[in-house]
Every structure is written in structure tokens, then in C-alpha cells.
Nanobody, 125 residues
Framework: VQLQASGGGLVQAGGSPRLSCAAS????????LGWFRQAPGKEREFVAAIRRSGGNTYYADSVKGRFTISRDDAKNTVYLQMNSLKPEDTAVYYC???????????????????WGQGTLVTVSS
């Protein structure tokens, strides 16, 4: 599966952008999906994950209550709704997919096999 993230840009603190990640290929609903981010000079970190075919979601403590991950399998797209953005949310955001043989949700980077190219979100104070 190939992934293409979009929706990033310059946002004011407190803003609410939505990131999208469109996938090519078949059987999109069979893939567990996640969002990660990487700030300048820092390692890539987990943001949110959603189980294949929807259902269970999982969030990093730093975004819980502010971000929402969702998926539309009919459109082969996963979303990340971001609310109440803070300057520390500034990063390149990546969408990723797990192997179809894996179940559940996970924050482990190495569990994700397919990665999009990333979209930069810059939050100004």
C-alpha cells in the first residue's frame, strides 16, 4: 500500500486543522493505521492509531483529548483531526500502516511497515 499525507501548513496556536492520508491499493480496511510525528532534532514519536476496520483507537498522552484519529475505508483515507494546537505540536506528521497480519493497535514504530512522505505542521504562538 502507498500512503500520501496532506493537510499540513502554518497554523496559529489553538487552531484545528485536519490531516488526511490517502492510500492506494486494495483491502485498505485490512490495515491497522497510525500517525506519528517528528519534530526537528527529535526522534519520531507515536501520535495515534486505529485498528483495522475501525473500532479501537489509541493515543499518546500528549495528544489525548485534543486529537482524533478516524478512517473512511470507502475512501481509502485515514484522518487526524487536531484541536487546540500548541507550538510543541510543530512537527512533520507521518501516516503509516501495519502488515495485514497484525491485529489491534500499537505505538511501536517498527510495527508499521508502510509510511507516507510526511506533511509539516507548524504551530505559531
Amino acid at each position: 500500500v502507498q500512503l500520501q499525507a496532506s493537510g499540513g501548513g502554518l497554523v496559529q496556536a489553538g487552531g484545528s486543522p485536519r490531516l488526511s492520508c490517502a492510500a492506494s491499493g486494495r483491502a485498505f480496511s485490512n490495515y491497522g493505521l497510525g500517525w506519528f510525528r517528528q519534530a526537528p532534532g527529535k526522534e519520531r514519536e507515536f501520535v495515534a492509531a486505529i485498528r483495522r476496520s475501525g473500532g479501537n483507537t489509541y493515543y499518546a498522552d500528549s495528544v489525548k483529548g485534543r486529537f482524533t484519529i478516524s478512517r473512511d475505508d470507502a475512501k481509502n483515507t485515514v484522518y487526524l483531526q487536531m484541536n487546540s494546537l500548541k507550538p510543541e505540536d510543530t512537527a512533520v506528521y507521518y501516516c503509516a500502516a501495519r502488515s495485514t497480519s497484525r491485529e489491534g493497535v500499537t505505538a511501536i514504530v517498527n510495527e508499521y511497515v508502510y509510511w507516507g512522505q510526511g506533511t509539516l505542521v507548524t504551530v505559531s504562538s
